[in-house]
């Protein structure tokens, strides 16, 4: 697989922003124009393909040309990944990217959803919402 840009995201782009959770996964950012396939792995390291998905292409578009993914754009992929995660009952993943979500909010001023919102369904996007208001509500001094 030729790559001519790959963008950091996930808990190592996490990591690198402060967090506290560590983690052994790797994860870029790509656009693979000669495969579909949302998810490509090659050498131990996971790949987000923008020619396999419209969300990762929207998402691309934005940070094209950076080495990492912006706090905003890393928190629309966790929120995405919540909702998969919780959708496939995979809920280990569900709460390490309910841990991501909150640290973003937490430590980049974020308050909301951007990109991600044309693909989740209302209920899903209440629920991600849910979180975020969660952190919000603490921060503005009220039980969230």
Known sequence: MTLKE???IGGR???ALGSSRNTLDIYYLVDVPESKEPFLHEGGVDYCNASGLNFFRDV??????????SPQSLL????YAW???CLNGNFRKA??????????IREFGLTGLTTVK????????????????SVLSRQ???KG
């Open 95 to 104: 709460d390490e990217a309910e841990f991501d979500i909150k640290f973003l």
């Open 76 to 79: 629309d992929l966790k929120a």
């Open 6 to 8: 790959k963008i950091l």
């Open 140 to 142: 503005n001094g009220k």
């Open 60 to 69: 691309y578009k934005l940070e094209r040309g950076n080495q990492m993914a």
């Open 118 to 133: 044309k693909y989740l369904s209302d209920g899903e996007r209440a629920e991600v919402e849910k979180i975020i208001n």
């Open 13 to 15: 782009a996490l990591v």
């Open 83 to 85: 909702v998969q995660h």
